[in-house]
C-alpha cells in the first residue's frame, strides 16, 4: 500500500477508494481530490484546489453538454 500524504486520509476513507467505489471518472474525480483537499495541503492555498476543482469540473460540463449536442435531446 502506498504511503498517502495526510491531506488523502482525513476521513474514514482514502479519498481514491471513494472515487473509485463511486465510479467517477478522470474529471470528477479530480475535483473530488481537489476540494477534499483544499485547504489542507502544505504549500498550497484552498484557492488554488478550489480553482483546480472548479477547472476540472468546467471541463466536465463543457465535454457533458458536447455529448449531448452529439446525441441530441434523450427521451425518457
Request: aromatic fraction near 10%.
Amino acid at each position: 500500500m502506498a504511503n498517502s500524504p495526510a491531506y488523502y486520509n482525513r476521513g474514514a476513507i482514502e479519498i481514491w477508494d471513494f472515487i473509485r467505489d463511486q465510479e467517477l471518472n478522470y474529471h470528477l474525480g479530480n475535483a473530488i481530490k481537489y476540494i477534499c483537499r483544499a485547504g489542507h495541503k502544505l504549500h498550497a492555498s484552498k484557492q488554488e484546489d478550489l480553482e483546480k476543482a472548479i477547472h476540472y469540473l468546467q471541463n466536465e460540463l463543457e465535454n457533458t453538454i458536447y455529448e449531448s449536442e452529439l446525441t441530441g435531446p434523450s427521451r425518457g
